[in-house]
């Protein structure tokens, strides 16, 4: 049976972004390291994270791929059977993956991204940009092969982060279920049980460097560092719990005031993962309403009061949002929760695409006769 080689991408990290990469060498090679002095190589950035810092939904991926292939700033990449991408799943029968060139890379970041983003990748790209300026366009695909380098630490110019790149061929396992390799960029990235020292090394200088501020850090901080360091250690311990990091992500968030809501990376990055959460949580919601149906089939128009409807059929956490979000925190008096409940109501039916309530249908037909 032949062996199977598993490679990490690379990664540049900068502010909410996170951008794997390859090097294309030619036309069946590539590399995950770049080496001048082995000859000219093409850097190609991967699709799926360039386009997870947008609002474009998943499944309209490949049709805005194949738009930037035919301008030449696109391309697919067709793997040899033999590799495999950590925190990557991809189909074996397929192993194809969509990168982009360092100019489609600034195509889709000025014409998707917040502004922040942008100059994150205008600082930190434009020499990969002049020295690959005058490079041709790509073709609509490649078959890739050869990788022609192996394991090794480097660091990408003006970021601060490490960047792993590791190969390391293990013979394919029995029952191997093609499944697992479904191409989603949001799977779990492989646990590495060979770190470089580097990182250690770098952690322990981050340790020393804040053991020896301690005196300086006011009793407010310590109590937000103590908390942080106890979270940390139930983490490397294995044993970190959702309260846990419910209570580090509240403590962080009032540790510092917002720059404000039309410029706040943050509250940028807080409404992707949430957007994505409720997404996720939308079959079992499905699953939920339709149960509820069946069971009020003969009571259709008279359905039980809207608070209750909320409360049986969607989770708690999007009902809290949009609560606070519409002002109507604990504070508020009871009658005024109530009346807003109806609201609160067709929100969710329609942000959760199931509709329950008579004013939803008539609302949703108007909306798509006027489509």
């Known amino acids: 049976m032949s062996d199977v080689t598993h490679l990490t991408l690379p990664t540049w990290v900068g502010g909410s972004l996170s951008i794997r ?59 040899s059977s033999v590799f495999r991408f950590h925190g990557l799943k991809v189909t074996t029968s397929n192993n194809s993956l969509w990168f982009y060139s360092v100019q489609g890379l600034f195509r889709i970041a000025f014409e998707l991204y917040r502004k922040q983003d942008q100059l994150a990748l205008l600082e930190n790209f434009q020499d990969v940009w002049k020295s690959h300026i005058n490079d041709n366009l790509l073709q609509m695909g490649y078959s890739l092969s050869q990788q022609l380098d192996f394991a090794v630490f480097t660091k990408e110019p003006k970021s601060d982060h490490f960047m792993p790149l590791q190969a390391a061929a293990t013979p394919s396992e029995p029952g191997h279920n093609s499944k697992d390799h479904d191409y989603c960029f949001h799977s779990q990235p492989c646990t590495e049980t060979d770190p470089s020292p580097d990182i250690f090394h770098t952690a322990r200088q981050q340790i020393q460097k804040l053991s020896d501020k301690l005196l300086q850090i006011q009793p407010e901080q310590l109590k937000t560092v103590q908390m942080l360091l106890d979270v940390t250690d139930c983490y490397v311990q294995g044993d970190l719990t959702e309260n846990k990091v419910t209570e580090a992500v509240t403590v962080l968030l009032q540790a510092k005031q917002l720059d404000g809501v039309y410029s706040s990376s943050l509250l940028g990055c807080i409404g992707r993962w949430l957007g994505q959460q409720f997404y996720e949580a939308n079959s079992s919601i499905s699953q939920r309403v339709e149960g509820f149906k069946m069971q009020h089939i003969d009571r259709i128009s008279d359905l039980p009061p809207a608070e209750e409807l909320t409360q049986e059929l969607f989770p708690e956490a999007m009902r809290s949002l949009l609560l606070h979000w519409m002002g109507l925190s604990e504070d508020i008096s009871a009658e005024k929760r109530h009346s807003e409940y109806p609201i609160l109501l067709l929100i969710l039916e329609f942000a959760n695409h199931n509709l329950i309530t008579g004013v939803a249908h008539v609302l949703y037909s108007s909306l798509i006769c006027k489509c």
């Open 21 to 79: 990469f390859i090097y294309l060498v030619n036309n069946t090679s590539f590399r995950l390291t770049e080496c001048p002095n082995k000859g000219p190589a093409i850097p190609l950035y991967l699709g799926a994270d360039l386009f997870s810092n947008t609002d474009i939904r998943t499944e309209n991926h490949p049709r805005h791929h194949a738009k930037f292939a035919k301008k030449g700033l696109a391309t697919k990449l067709q793997f």
